[in-house]
Nanobody, 117 residues
Framework: QVQLVESGGGLVQAGGSLRLSCVLSGKFSRFTAMGWYRQVPGEQRELVATITRGGSINYGDFVKGRFTIAGDNAKKMVALQMNSLEPEDTAVYYC???????????WGQGTQVTVSS
């Protein structure tokens, strides 16, 4: 059974930093990419950052150089360093992975990030 376990969310003041981590476990035949989405209640889930097994990275437009994603293929882990956080970054952050020959997506439970003004 595939599991994605997130850690590192919490409460921080505007301008502060947080680091999210996600570890992938379980059996799967192919690992294509991992990354993060976020969601505010009542809104669609939006891409934060993604990194492929080969190291290609993509960020959501709102990131503007504030966040950095890093992956460790051997440890099946992805981390998101978030700096210069703004109240607008308040959301539940979900780790995801694209696995298997059919590129199925798997999701973690989510971790709350709250940025106070």
């Amino acid at each position: 059974q595939v599991q994605l376990v997130e850690s590192g969310g919490g409460l921080v003041q505007a301008g502060g930093s947080l680091r999210l981590s996600c570890v992938l476990s379980g059996k799967f035949s192919r690992f294509t990419a991992m990354g993060w989405y976020r969601q505010v209640p009542g809104e669609q889930r939006e891409l934060v950052a993604t990194i492929t097994r080969g190291g290609s990275i993509n960020y959501g437009d709102f990131v503007k150089g504030r966040f950095t994603i890093a992956g460790d293929n051997a440890k099946k882990m992805v981390a998101l360093q978030m700096n210069s956080l703004e109240p607008e970054d308040t959301a539940v952050y979900y780790c995801y992975a694209i696995l298997g020959p059919d590129s199925s997506d798997y999701w973690g439970q989510g971790t709350q990030v709250t940025v106070s003004s």
